[in-house]
């Protein structure tokens, strides 16, 4: 009868080996350089870093403090440090304190809130059209910009963000052009994304706008002009291909998309690569889209779609006047309810 005890070392290292490989790649890289400096403040101060104790672990929020980090980053490497002691078989109950929930507490207290980004909303994204440049990179820029807005996607879900792999990242087998009760519409197949932990993918369908900003038009005209020019339209060829032959990063996109906005006079500083996403959340509330249609069009399983609409000015200088004059027995419209807008029911 086969003995199993000799193959418990081969079992050992397989499901270490498992452990480390139920985080994300990208998620690995970040903790991985947060264990080498929680390793080398360990050192440093003469401490054991496994099991860390209370005393270690405020000794390094206090540190990394001093250096200047703010209270999410010094998140992130609590969940590091927290990695690792799962990694090693290590229980990290000890360092779940009160006193540590505190002292997070304190520095988002003392700490500046980060700047809330803004979002790119339907009339600003017909404006960058105005600033791109009239060629085949142009096309390619714009299709992606539209199908970021209309498909309520992540830059990360439409570009690579490290080298190009036709698993994960967007190509040409990945778009079809179909037609349902005399509807045109696009079909995006996204393979990878943040909240999708077991990489089912779910697929994009985008009707036909019939307007100038439009993701089925401009994809097809985007697709239309590689097809002339010499770039390969192989199926596992990337999506986005520019004429240099690289296919679209998600760092060129995010420039890209920065310098338009720069063009058209806005604080670029002010939006990033997520700001697609929720100027697609902003411009639907405010055209009176559902609760259900929301959490459709950016695929939340729960109300979280609130904390990525943004409430214009213009709307909030305008609640007095409309409170003022409204009869108190009329209801208010669903899609202007302060609880939509700003993610409260206070």
């Given at each position: 009868?086969?003995?199993?005890?000799?193959?418990?070392?081969?079992?050992?290292?397989?499901?270490?080996?498992?452990?480390?490989?139920?985080?994300?790649?990208?998620?690995?890289?970040?903790?991985?350089?947060?264990?080498?400096?929680?390793?080398?403040?360990?050192?440093?101060?003469?401490?054991?870093?496994?099991?860390?104790?209370?005393?270690?672990?405020?000794?390094?929020?206090?540190?990394?403090?001093?250096?200047?980090?703010?209270?999410?980053?010094?998140?992130?490497?609590?969940?590091?440090?927290?990695?690792?002691?799962?990694?090693?078989?290590?229980?990290?109950?000890?360092?779940?304190?009160?006193?540590?929930?505190?002292?997070?507490?304190?520095?988002?207290?003392?700490?500046?809130?980060?700047?809330?980004?803004?979002?790119?909303?339907?009339?600003?994204?017909?404006?960058?059209?105005?600033?791109?440049?009239?060629?085949?990179?142009?096309?390619?820029?714009?299709?992606?910009?539209?199908?970021?807005?209309?498909?309520?996607?992540?830059?990360?879900?439409?570009?690579a963000a490290g080298?190009?792999?036709?698993?994960?990242?967007?190509?040409?087998?990945?778009?079809?052009?179909?037609?349902?009760?005399?509807?045109?519409?696009?079909?995006?197949?996204?393979?990878?994304?943040?909240?999708?932990?077991?990489?089912?993918?779910?697929?994009?369908?985008?009707?036909?706008a019939d307007a100038?900003?439009?993701?089925?038009?401009?994809?097809?005209?985007?697709?239309?002009?590689?097809?002339?020019?010499?770039?390969?339209?192989?199926?596992?060829?990337?999506?986005?291909?520019?004429?240099?032959?690289?296919?679209?990063?998600?760092?060129?996109?995010?420039?890209?998309?920065?310098?338009?906005?720069?063009?058209?006079?806005?604080?670029?500083?002010?939006?990033?690569?997520?700001?697609?996403?929720?100027?697609?959340?902003?411009?639907?509330?405010?055209?009176?889209?559902?609760?259900?249609?929301?959490?459709?069009?950016?695929?939340?399983?729960?109300?979280?779609?609130?904390?990525?609409?943004?409430?214009?000015?213009?709307?909030?200088?305008?609640?007095?006047?409309?409170?003022?004059?409204?009869?108190?027995?009329?209801?208010?419209?669903?899609?202007?309810?302060?609880?939509r807008l700003f993610?409260?029911?206070?």
């Amino acid at each position: 009868m086969y003995d199993l005890s000799d193959d418990l070392p081969a079992l050992r290292t397989h499901a270490a080996s498992l452990v480390r490989l139920g985080i994300r790649s990208s998620t690995a890289r970040t903790y991985n350089s947060a264990q080498k400096r929680y390793l080398a403040f360990c050192d440093q101060v003469k401490f054991n870093p496994l099991p860390c104790t209370e005393e270690l672990i405020l000794l390094f929020v206090s540190y990394l403090d001093r250096q200047g980090l703010k209270g999410a980053s010094v998140r992130v490497y609590l969940s590091a440090v927290r990695s690792l002691h799962i990694e090693e078989g290590y229980d990290y109950s000890l360092c779940q304190s009160l006193r540590l929930q505190r002292a997070l507490r304190a520095l988002v207290i003392n700490g500046q809130a980060p700047q809330q980004k803004l979002p790119i909303t339907l009339d600003i994204l017909f404006r960058m059209l105005g600033v791109l440049p009239l060629s085949y990179d142009g096309s390619v820029y714009w299709a992606a910009m539209t199908l970021a807005f209309y498909g309520c996607l992540r830059a990360a879900e439409l570009c690579a963000a490290g080298t190009f792999n036709p698993d994960f990242n967007l190509c040409f087998r990945d778009v079809r052009f179909l037609c349902h009760a005399n509807t045109d519409y696009l079909s995006v197949r996204i393979k990878r994304s943040k909240t999708d932990t077991e990489n089912k993918g779910f697929c994009v369908s985008i009707g036909c706008a019939d307007a100038i900003a439009c993701s089925h038009c401009s994809m097809h005209a985007m697709l239309a002009a590689r097809a002339s020019s010499a770039l390969p339209t192989s199926p596992d060829s990337p999506l986005f291909l520019l004429s240099s032959g690289l296919p679209l990063s998600k760092q060129l996109f995010i420039s890209k998309t920065k310098a338009c906005l720069l063009a058209l006079g806005l604080d670029h500083k002010r939006y990033s690569g997520h700001s697609y996403r929720a100027g697609s959340a902003t411009s639907a509330a405010l055209a009176g889209f559902a609760d259900f249609e929301l959490q459709l069009l950016g695929r939340w399983s729960s109300s979280a779609y609130q904390q990525y609409i943004r409430a214009p000015t213009s709307l909030l200088i305008g609640y007095s006047a409309r409170l003022a004059h409204q009869s108190a027995a009329a209801p208010q419209p669903q899609h202007l309810v302060p609880s939509r807008l700003f993610g409260t029911d206070h």
